[in-house]
């Protein structure tokens, strides 16, 4: 339980309020547990930090009798007021923008070593809080000023500031800390949300622009083909070649079309049993050809006992096959092509297992910027000039449950495969 600690110096904020080992620093009281336990079912939908602020602030208004305050959050970097919240009715005085976060007053010293603190009779501590502390406390007539950190990471640091009407206790206390957890993983939630929501919809982004400039080159020959076809008479020769050009530039545009739906929509029919060095085996087979015109020696290392993996055969053989040409284009004077697999733990533990699959090559390094887009469909690296072949591997391996990275360095780049083990019943 957290601790009370009576402050005898008028002009000295209370002793911040830590808890003793072993306390779970949630109040006792059902009521109080019953404002808390609502207000986390209020967050768990929501993905917004501001919604998340806002809700906040309305359960708040009710855990005191006379409850009004802020939530104040700073982005760390910058240094910059993020977001402020009031709470209570009727609102109290607005507080200026507190950049940077305060380091003084009672949401300094929370700030400072990050333990939720009280202040009883707050009027006659005016010369120990921040001037917009005890403006806030002067027009609520608060009885009390609490105070808790929110827990943000390293990107966000934010506190809570309420005025209570009445007399508060540690009970009250240990409800805005409980309170002030809350909020801060409710709003890491919706960080990490908006973040990848802001990647996929850059991704989705540079896809259109791509696709679009794609798919513009070949229907602009088409157009200006029909254009002089229906506009011009020309020898019969010529326009013959006209409609072989039209033609071939729409095949072009249904290959790109049915490219897309490989990398949107790979097929899970037919996920058996596949043996991963046999499909390796096979996909080295059909490049042997390509390998042997570009002077490329190829060296396997291969596990024993390898167990198989679930997946449909002949698209994981497309996904192994892009990755091998991709590395053999690399090479194109030569070099060593290193295919290894290997059987590894899974990060989550409980006994699995995971099979490891790395494509090596002895080309040139993979700069870092290309390196960051090399799986982004039509990204035209130099590892995959049509953009197409190490996006859909990317996207089949990710359909199979698997990984696929890459890394590089001046002694060549390595893709690597990771697909979950198959382990069969004895």
Known sequence: MLQSVAFEKPSTIVTPLAPPAGAS??????????RLSALALALIPLVDAARVLETTGEHLST????ARGYLLVWRTEVRRLEYQ?????????????VAPPPTRGLCG????????????????LRSSLAPWEATLAAETGAAALLAAPLSLGESMSGVILLSAGVEVTVEDVQ?????????????ERA????????DKLAGMGR???????????????????LHLLLNRSMPEEKRARYLTMAHKEAEQLIGIVRRILDLSRP????????????????????AAEQLQENGIAVVCEWADNLPRVSGVGSHLKQAFLNLVLVAADAMPDGGVLTVRTALIPSRSGAGSEIVVLEICDTGTCVPEAELRAIFEPFSRTRRDSAGVGLPLSYSIIEQHGGRLSATSNEDGTVFRVELPALRMPH
């Open 175 to 187: 409800l805005l800390a409980a309170t002030a957890q809350a909020v801060g993983g409710a709003l």
């Open 63 to 66: 855990f005191f009798a006379g």
């Open 191 to 198: 960080q990490a949300f908006g973040s990848a929501e802001h």
């Open 85 to 97: 919240v009031l709470v209570g009715l009727p609102v109290p005085t607005q507080i200026p923008a």
């Open 25 to 34: 620093g949630l109040p006792e009281d059902a009521g109080r547990l019953a």
């Open 109 to 124: 010293l929370v700030l400072a070593d990050r333990l939720p603190r009280i202040a009883s009779h707050p009027t006659a």
């Open 267 to 286: 097929e899970r029919d037919g996920m058996r049993p596949v043996a991963v060095q046999a499909a390796l085996e096979a996909v080295l087979a059909i």
């Open 207 to 225: 896809l259109t622009a791509a696709l679009a400039h794609e798919v513009n080159n070949p229907l602009q020959a088409i157009s200006n083909s």
